[in-house]
């Protein structure tokens, strides 16, 4: 764990801190009640996983600095059919003022 930041699994009583990463990336120029029913349809209401998967980085005082979302999707394919999970990392994020310093790359490592 880095002194600077350290990685978190989301869960929803994050859901008013995160809403503001999401709104800087996944729901650019969304409004704030837009902004969360997609967030709830796309990782907590998700049909093909059973709990939310997001990360997120927070700086020394426990602010949120970052964000990686990932949703299931269901991929269909060949003769027969065969259908399989597919985890899609989306949403990524980090504060402007905190780039350059891994945030990503431990995010990504994380998930």
């Known amino acids: 764990m880095s002194a600077e930041f350290q990685i978190l699994t989301y869960r929803p009583a994050l859901r008013d801190e995160v809403l503001p990463l999401f709104r800087m990336q996944g729901a650019e120029g969304l409004d704030p009640d837009t902004a ?6 796309k990782y907590e209401e998700n049909p093909y996983r059973p709990e939310p998967l997001a990360l997120v980085a927070a700086d020394a005082k426990g602010g949120l600095i970052g964000m990686l979302g990932i949703y299931g999707s269901m991929w269909q394919s060949g003769d027969p059919r065969s259908r399989v999970l597919v985890p899609c990392p989306a949403d990524a994020y980090v504060a402007s003022s905190h780039r350059r310093r891994g945030v990503y790359r431990r995010l990504f490592s994380e998930a």
């Open 36 to 41: 969360e029913a997609l967030w709830r349809w």
